[in-house]
């Protein structure tokens, strides 16, 4: 029997079957996926194969079918050891918030990095709109504008009023999507608002940490009445990126990607050398500061 794997607890996985139903299975044995080396061999999306156990009415799950994609993290920059947070998605969507907990943009863009480098269509979130006072309104304007233009899509919605999230399920609808973002920025809310029968916990954020308490601790898939699936992910404090290579970052960047044979050099890092189009896109504005000032600090940074 095939399903798709929608909770993992690192032993035991939720199955969901095609006619709807789940059933918990175990890993037959030791698994081997593709030389990656992960925390986890299976994860959330997955499509595997798996057989019913008469006596225990538990599966056992025999093979996982090919991947289209998935998404590694490391916990930490720093961190050996790697995760795959989900695999098969159709796109993946950052949410963020300028109330509490503030999301910075390093950890957008690292999340969109990670995106591009999987070629995973990525959307970003801006919830808790009904906080914003004119002043966020205008930070707001600003940051949406900058993604825009590198070619991201941007959402401005309130789970707790509903405001815009129409235009938020017409995005998940008939797709597999990753929902990340800071523990408290409301995915969980969110996805409350869009499918209410599914009655997520909501944990307040905390005020002495001004993030939010973890409530979720696996990644979980749920299936959306209207059509696809969303993948709610535990709260992430870091998005470490996996492989990362100084060499092809400026390609993860659809902006500086688009620019990359107007340099004067193939190899050009954007960096330093003379006759560089995104120095000259950033001087004249066409490439964002925030998003070109980034790139130099991950570049600058980052160990992997
Ligand atoms: N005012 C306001 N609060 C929100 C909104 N979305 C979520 N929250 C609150 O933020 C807190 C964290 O939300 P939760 O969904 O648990 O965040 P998660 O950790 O990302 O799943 C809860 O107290 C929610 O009620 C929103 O759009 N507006
Ligand atoms: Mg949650
Ligand atoms: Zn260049």
Known sequence: ???????????????????????ECKLKGKFKVQGIKT??????????????????????ITQILPRKNYVIRKATKLSKESQILAANLDQAIIIVTLAEPRTSTGFIDRFLI????????????????D???????????????????????????????????????KLLKDKVSLLAGHSGVGKSA??????????LKTK???????????????????RLSFGGFIIDTPGIKEFGLYELDRNTLAERYPEMRALMHACK?????????????VKVAVKNGEISKVRYEG??????????
């Open 295 to 304: 790139y130099l600090s991950i570049m600058a940074q980052d160990e992997s």
């Open 190 to 199: 969110l996805i409350n608002t869009l499918e209410p029968g599914l009655d």
């Open 265 to 277: 050099y193939t190899n050009c890092t954007h960096l330093h050398e003379p006759g560089c189009a």
């Open 39 to 60: 925390t986890n061999p299976l994860a959330v999306g997955d499509h595997v194969v798996f057989r019913v156990l008469r006596e225990e009415g538990a599966g056992l």
């Open 1 to 23: 029997m095939e399903g798709i794997v929608i909770k993992s607890t690192g032993s035991w996985y939720s199955v969901l079957r095609p006619d709807g139903t789940f059933t």
């Open 204 to 222: 307040p954020i905390s005020k002495a940490h001004r993030k939010g308490v973890h409530t979720t601790t696996f990644a979980m898939m749920f």
């Open 131 to 169: 906080l914003y006072d004119e002043n966020k309104m205008n930070q707001l304007s600003v940051l949406k504008d900058v993604y825009e233009v590198a070619g991201y899509p941007c959402f401005c919605v309130s789970a707790l009023t509903g405001e815009n999230t129409g235009d938020v399920m």
């Open 114 to 129: 990670t995106a591009e480098a999987y070629h995973i269509p990525a959307f970003i979130i801006f919830n808790k709109i």
